[in-house]
């Protein structure tokens, strides 16, 4: 019997986060990017919780968004944000999960945006 693509995209998802797991020490940092949006969460997997989380839906960010920021702007400005926010809480290192999607683009400019506000991956 042939595999479905469900199945074989349920099992790539396996394999991928089979070696990502956030500590309370070292919280996963999660990132979701649609077309037109990105988000972007520190989780603590051991107690299954939200710590910080930030997107492109900030009402700051709306409004680069309309004076014609780019959306890697957009994305490295959500990404500085979230490691702004979890530098003032505490928090400095992290585990990269960008949800078996290639490193580039979008979602690369949110991990240097991170980076640069010093949160370590």
Same mark, same amino acid.
């Given at each position: 019997m042939k595999p479905t693509p469900k199945k074989l995209y349920l099992q /790539? $998802? #396996? $394999?991928?986060? #089979? &070696?990502?797991?956030?500590? /309370?020490? #070292? !919280? $996963? !940092? +999660?990132?979701? $990017? +649609? &077309?037109k949006h990105i988000y972007a969460q520190l989780i603590d997997d051991e107690k299954a919780q939200t710590l910080i989380a930030s997107s492109s839906l900030n009402q700051d960010l709306k409004t680069k968004r309309k004076n014609g920021f780019t959306p890697k702007e957009i994305a490295f400005c959500v990404g500085k944000n979230l490691g702004y926010m979890s530098i003032n809480t505490g928090i400095t290192k992290a585990v990269f999960d960008s949800g078996n999607r290639p490193y580039h683009g979008r979602i690369q400019r949110l991990a240097e945006g991170a980076r640069d506000a010093g949160l370590l991956f």
């Open positions: /790539s $998802r #396996k $394999r991928y986060f #089979k &070696h990502i797991n956030g500590t /309370s020490v #070292k !919280l $996963r !940092l +999660s990132v979701f $990017r +649609s &077309h």
